[in-house]
């Protein structure tokens, strides 16, 4: 949790930076251009400017929410933020490992899925021996949780 904070923090850092003390010089320097009805320079300034205070927002929520979540509070016996979970797909009979990130650390190449994804939603609160069914870009798929083992247990 502590890198995601950090990732996001940094981020927030940048951002702040550019929307101070960046943005302001292109925008002055843009309106010496003259005409701002058709100034390319000072409206993609400003098009910047707004996006970047769009994202500050977004950073800072996302902090809040960070901030907020109670690892007391996880499941120590239902998927949940941090499990790792061994799923049986009965169709291609292959078993696949995923761990439950946030989704600024989901990486699905490694085996990090977010939360909020497809198959980590199917997987939120389900139990060892639970089977879900997905709705995938590809298709249908279906899964049989046949380890579990939560934040908790991987904290020991």
Same mark, same amino acid.
């Given at each position: 949790?502590?890198?995601?904070?950090?990732? /996001?923090?940094? @981020?927030?850092?940048?951002?702040?930076?550019? /929307?101070?003390?960046?943005?302001?010089?292109?925008?002055?320097?843009? %309106? *010496?251009?003259?005409?701002?009805?058709?100034? =390319?320079?000072?409206?993609? =300034?400003? $098009? !910047?400017?707004?996006?970047?205070?769009?994202?500050?927002?977004?950073?800072?929520?996302?902090?809040?929410?960070?901030?907020?979540?109670?690892?007391? !509070?996880?499941?120590?016996?239902?998927?949940?933020?941090?499990? &790792?979970?061994? /799923?049986?797909?009965? $169709? !291609?009979?292959?078993?696949?490992?995923? !761990?439950?990130? #946030?989704? +600024?650390?989901?990486?699905?190449?490694?085996?990090?899925?977010?939360? &909020?994804?497809?198959?980590?939603?199917? /997987?939120?609160?389900? +139990?060892?021996?639970? *089977?879900?069914? &997905?709705?995938?870009?590809?298709?249908? %798929?279906?899964? +049989?949780?046949?380890?579990? #083992?939560?934040?908790?247990?991987?904290? @020991?």
């Amino acid at each position: 949790m502590e890198e995601v904070k950090k990732r /996001l923090t940094e @981020e927030l850092e940048s951002l702040e930076e550019e /929307l101070n003390f960046v943005l302001p010089k292109e925008i002055q320097k843009a %309106r *010496e251009f003259g005409d701002l009805r058709e100034n =390319a320079e000072y409206k993609a =300034a400003l $098009e !910047r400017q707004t996006i970047v205070k769009a994202r500050i927002m977004q950073i800072r929520q996302r902090i809040s929410e960070v901030d907020s979540i109670d690892l007391s !509070r996880i499941p120590t016996d239902r998927a949940a933020y941090g499990s &790792v979970v061994v /799923l049986f797909e009965t $169709e !291609r009979q292959e078993k696949i490992t995923y !761990r439950l990130v #946030t989704s +600024e650390e989901s990486d699905p190449e490694n085996g990090m899925i977010s939360t &909020v994804s497809p198959i980590g939603q199917a /997987l939120m609160g389900k +139990e060892e021996g639970d *089977e879900i069914k &997905v709705k995938t870009p590809n298709g249908w %798929r279906n899964f +049989e949780i046949s380890r579990l #083992t939560t934040i908790h247990e991987l904290d @020991e």
